[in-house]
């Protein structure tokens, strides 16, 4: 079955600054690749049995981001369990000096699901548990060896430190997301809510339909940070705010 995504602006590459953004866009996907991106009244005509997910009219879909404190987040930080009762955010270290394989890899899982709910679609290790490395493994995310590729920025920086859930909290958006949305590839995205801050991204200014975008300062394109509207995995629908 034919899924079609549509938002109210489609950047199928923020990392390159030359690369088209389409106003009232969408994402065709035929099970785990994309099939078409382009404008959605084309899309919606050429195929016309597709099964739609329209996101709204504030939407932003980008290519799925790259959490690079892997490492640090799911092997040193503990992410409780509900019924813990200690609240949602990672206990900084607190997996420090633990030796138990099981209590790594559920907080590990927790620690995934969280991150799919940022947008997140690759995570940077490398993982030394075995646990950890099953959880991710069995997550669907994309398993990065690190950021310490010139390519990373200030992603590699960032790395050293405590690192956050969610990437946009830190990064710019060209910087923080992995891969590009494109025909023939494999269809790893996340949908944003609300008006997203443009400033320094070419080719923006010749797009119809941005009238209700605001332009400010510093740093690309930076969906507000906080969450997501959606994540798809593989082609897969996995996380969907409620």
Partial sequence: MLTLHRAALVLPDPADPTAPSIADGAVVVR????EAVGP???LAAAHPS???????????LTPGLRNPWGQRLLERDYHPDPREEIGVEPVVDGLVGCTDETRYGASARRGLQ??????????????????????????GLAALPGVSDAGA??????AAGAGSLDPLAVLPLPL????????GGRADFAVFPGLPVLSGLSGLSGVSGLSGLAVGGG???????????ATVLGGRLVYRRR
């Fill in 50 to 60: 597709a099964r739609v997910r329209d996101w709204g009219t504030a939407a932003v």
């Fill in 114 to 139: 969280r991150m799919l709910g940022f947008g997140v679609t690759a995570v940077a290790g490398p993982f030394e548990r075995a646990a950890v490395r099953t959880a991710v493994a069995r997550s």
């Fill in 219 to 229: 740093g690309g394109v930076r969906p507000a940070a906080g969450g997501c509207l």
């Fill in 40 to 42: 959605y009244g084309e």
């Fill in 176 to 183: 923080a997301v992995h891969g590009r949305v494109a025909a």
């Fill in 31 to 34: 099970g785990e690749l994309v």
């Fill in 153 to 158: 920025g200030a992603g590699a920086g960032a």
